[in-house]
């Protein structure tokens, strides 16, 4: 039997790109994840945790290593080792955290000699530290040979305004309780005699918000609570029905939970 | 439709009548994506109001069961493969009818006037994708599509307004081929040019959005516009893009057309047939050869600008997750130079005289054989720690020492090369030059490929002992060598061959039929490659909608692994192909039964015939 060739072409690309794709499986597969944000404004930590945290940003969300080694020469940035201890001798009158800090957030300020200033400043985007990050990565490099000293103060309050870019929205860590959260979706806020979401409720009154994290952004969550009549009604859905007064109704727990709740749904 | 017939010197050729029904479907196709694309573009959010009101919208929506991530990428890729198809076609279509128009051949008005076709088939799905496309973007990404607006909104009035001329322009090209033909073929071939202008403008303005959103320029810290539109325009990767997509375009036209060829070349029925798809075969990889050898250097240039525009981009993109993509760049890269220097090896078989060359193959086989594996060497690899023990570090000793650009570039100079030394044997295979100064030709041409392969293994050894920012120059003087090398020889070989003695006539249609599978190999594989560099490019910007600026927030702001990435891209091909398939069978369907359309006798190519035999 004559086999048409349409179906011997059809069969030789398939397997072609399917020996394509097959390899493409078979070598390590790496996902690039958005970078987490860490937030320690405000909470008792330790210097050795501050490394700790520090130390990993290096490795991960500052992208430090891409040019940065530790013990090893390269040719486009230079050695860390023992930066903690040099760091306080490389500008006159310069602190070791106050040079590291102006390393990492104005590059261009002081340049080692023999490398080329490519530095991008580390609580811009595309890398984006926040102060905490700052912080944190600041011990860490001053732990590399001298003496960890830094404190949040010594971070200017304006370190990672607006880093996540324009319209962005960085990955938000409510601090609230999303199991107390759902106690006031279903108790105190009343939010279940119009809104379903996921296996609670059933009410189609107000907008279903199963997935609501997934498609709306944090501020605007944070907004329809408050003033629900200025972020706007959805489309579909008749306008003025949920109330104006959950500001003063929810006390400031009862807000972040049921928010820290919201977030979950995705 | 009444059908007219005159004789066109020993050929007859008919004449059809203007097909005024296919043309109103098709007007009635354009008018209606027009009228979309009009319609969006006047409920585009412009005023204060409206801006306010769309930011009352969701950031994002979840597109049914495949999520939109998978719905726009995959969209994406068919749009842009049919997109550079109907762009890089008409380039070398409107050449080869300028070639026939000037030589007086037939065959290349009838080449022409197919390869137009085949673009025509595919214009509508294009403009259809296109649209599908931004309906995906306004509903699914409204957040990322309202910035874009704010940037790149008076670009869109050129984009449509350029859609029209073009689609117009195109029309009267392929309906005015016999209209416009004797003396009035200037204003024909003329069309063809205008087509191309109108086609590449539409390319560097779509080109404008996409690179903004790798390299952002001419915007303020809170990403709105600081002045014109034209700084955003004009940003670090637009040229090297408009460059890069314009020679990639040929040569994916050159792969489609032959991969057309070879179809039709194992379905033909006659020899004569055969011999006509062979020969349109074998233009479709030439073209496809020619702009593929210089494509490497477009892809420096680009890289270089990536570099320029953020040092830590360039770096991910090479040197961080993405590292093993360029190992499977290089294998697919590999496949391309074998395969054309294959199918030229197997063409030459069928040229009398030719056998005075076979010589050269087995060593220029080697050399693509080696510089493939170099090629595809990766310098560091993810490994466990065991087996990093065993390798004494991330480096294999003797492998790492071949995984590094100076060896790269060193070898991928040398394939191109050899590439171009095939081209030359297979252009003289059956010519016998009878000038008085062959001999010192022939000796300047040695020596030019000698020098070449020399300057390029120096800078490839001497990029081992100097630092990396001395090393990436090097690359430069590897280039220039190289093209020298192929200007230099090509200048004395055109006027060494001009009146040169035939050994015979090619025998058309007599290639072996596995030759043809190579054909389709090509292009299988560079519309797979379009798709990884695709993901390449797009992957790079990582969880950034416009790197740096606008992040993307969205459940899909993780980039994939490459295996998760290969399986989309092999769907969108494979899909591709067969929408390609369709479209080219739909484009027959009005011309079964009839064996010359438009008045384009299909000619009769040496070989196709017993008696043109020699």
Redesign the interface.
């Known amino acids: 039997m004559r086999v048409p060739?349409?179906v011997?072409?059809g069969v030789?690309?398939?397997l072609?790109?399917?020996s394509?794709?097959m390899?493409?499986?078979s070598?390590?597969?790496?996902?690039?994840?958005?970078?987490q944000e860490l937030s320690l404004e405000g909470g008792n930590v330790t210097p050795a945790q501050l490394v700790k945290a520090g130390e990993e940003i290096f490795h991960t969300k500052g992208?430090c290593e891409?040019?940065h080694r530790i013990g090893q020469k390269g040719?486009?940035a230079p050695d860390l080792a023992g930066i903690g201890a040099r760091a306080a001798k490389t500008k006159p009158g310069m602190s070791a955290k106050a040079y590291i800090l102006e390393s990492l957030l104005q590059p261009a300020a002081y340049i080692v000699e023999g490398y080329?200033p490519?530095m991008?400043a580390v609580d811009?985007?595309?890398?984006?530290l926040n102060r905490s990050e700052v912080w944190a990565l600041t011990a860490f490099l001053e732990s590399l040979g001298g003496n960890v000293d830094v404190t949040l103060n010594d971070v200017p309050a304006t370190v990672g305004a607006?880093s996540?870019?324009?319209?962005?929205?960085?990955?938000l860590k409510i601090p609230g309780d999303p199991k107390a959260g759902e106690a006031v979706f279903q108790g105190k806020g009343t939010c279940i005699a119009c809104h379903k979401a996921g296996k609670i409720g059933a009410a189609q009154v107000g907008p279903d918000l199963s997935?609501i994290a997934?498609?709306?952004?944090p501020d605007?969550i944070m907004k329809k609570i408050l003033d629900p009549k200025g972020?706007?009604t959805v489309a579909n859905f008749p306008p003025g029905v949920m109330p104006q007064d959950f500001g003063t109704r929810l006390t400031s727990k009862e807000y972040v939970d049921l928010l820290a709740f919201l977030l979950t749904l995705? | 439709m009444p059908r007219r017939s005159c004789d066109c010197g020993n050929k007859r050729v008919f004449r059809e009548g203007f097909p005024i029904v296919t043309f109103a479907r098709r007007a009635v196709w354009l008018l209606v994506f027009c009228g979309v694309a009009l319609t969006v573009l006047a409920v585009l959010p412009v005023d204060a109001q409206t801006a306010q009101n769309a930011a009352k919208e969701p950031a994002y929506r979840a597109f049914p069961v495949f999520g939109s991530r998978l719905a726009v990428w995959a969209v994406a890729q068919l749009h842009l493969n049919f997109a550079a198809f109907i762009l890089g076609v008409p380039i070398f279509a409107v050449i080869i009818e300028a070639i026939g128009w000037r030589t007086g051949e037939a065959r290349y008005d009838w080449l022409s006037h197919e390869l137009v076709k085949l673009t025509f088939a595919a214009f509508s799905t294009t403009a259809l994708l296109g649209a599908f496309l931004l309906f995906l973007f306004v509903g699914y990404y409204p957040k990322f599509w309202t910035y874009m607006t704010s940037i790149f909104f008076p670009t869109y009035w050129v984009y449509a307004l350029l859609f029209f001329a073009e689609t117009f322009t195109v029309y009267l090209w392929y309906y005015g081929w016999n209209w416009l033909s004797g003396s009035r073929k200037w204003i024909h071939v003329g069309l063809g040019v205008l087509s191309n202008l109108f086609g590449t403008a539409i390319l560097v303005v779509a080109n404008s959005w996409v690179t903004f959103m790798m390299s952002p320029a001419g915007i303020d810290e809170s990403g709105a516009l600081k002045g014109g539109v034209w700084a955003a325009i004009n940003n670090y990767t637009w040229m090297p893009i408009n460059i890069h997509r314009l020679i990639a375009n040929i040569v994916f036209g050159g792969t489609i057309c032959g991969a057309y060829a070879a179809f039709r070349f194992l379905g033909a029925q006659t020899q004569e047939e055969r011999a006509r798809y062979d020969w349109m075969g074998y233009i479709g990889n030439f073209i496809a050869l020619s702009a593929f050898i210089v494509l490497p250097f477009a892809g420096y240039y680009l890289g270089r600008e990536i570099y320029a525009f953020n040092q830590t981009m360039g770096i991910t993109m090479m040197g961080g997750f993405m590292s093993w993509l360029w190992i499977i760049q290089a294998i697919l890269i590999g496949v391309l130079f074998l395969g054309s220097n294959y199918y030229l090896w197997l063409g030459m078989e069928r040229i009398p005289g030719s056998e005075r060359y076979r010589k050269y193959v087995p060593p220029m086989l080697i050399i693509l054989t080696v510089g493939f594996m170099i090629w595809a060497t990766p310098r560091s690899m993810v490994v466990t720690l065991d087996e990093a023990r065993a390798m004494g570090g991330t480096h294999h000793p003797l492998l790492g020492f071949f995984g590094v650009m100076s060896a790269k570039n060193t070898v991928v100079n040398l394939m191109i090369l050899t590439t171009f030394l095939s081209f030359v044997l297979y252009r003289r295979a059956n010519k016998i030059p009878t000038k008085s100064w062959v001999k010192t030709g022939m000796a300047i041409q040695w020596a030019a490929f000698a020098a070449a392969a020399g300057v390029v293994v120096f800078y490839g050894v001497y990029g081992y002992f100097v630092e990396s920012i001395i090393r990436i120059g090097f690359s430069v003087y590897q280039v220039l060598a190289v093209l020298a090398a192929i200007v230099l020889v090509m200048a004395i070989d055109i006027p060494m061959f001009k009146g040169a003695r035939t050994t015979g006539q090619i025998r058309w249609g007599t290639i072996a039929p596995h030759s043809q599978y190579v054909l389709i190999l090509l292009a299988v594989t560079f519309t797979w490659l379009m798709g990884l560099m695709g993901f390449a490019r797009s992957g790079i910007r990582q969880h950034w909608h416009v790197y740096g600026v606008l992040r993307d927030s969205s459940v899909d702001a993780a980039t994939p692994a490459l295996g998760y990435a290969a399986n989309v891209i092999t769907v969108v091909t494979l899909a591709f192909f067969a929408l390609v398939l369709f479209i080219f069978w739909l484009g027959g369907l009005g011309e079964r039964g009839a064996a010359e359309v438009h008045g384009h006798a299909a000619p009769v190519i040496a070989g196709g015939r017993d008696d043109m035999r020699a």
Not at chain 1, 164 to 171: K, T
């Open positions: 060739v349409v011997r072409v030789f690309a398939v072609v790109m399917g394509y794709a390899f493409a499986n070598i390590p597969q790496i996902e690039s994840k958005p970078p992208t891409i040019c040719t486009r080329p490519i991008p811009k985007p595309p890398i984006a607006g996540g870019g324009a319209g962005a929205v960085a990955e997935q997934k498609i709306q952004t605007y972020a706007g995705k």
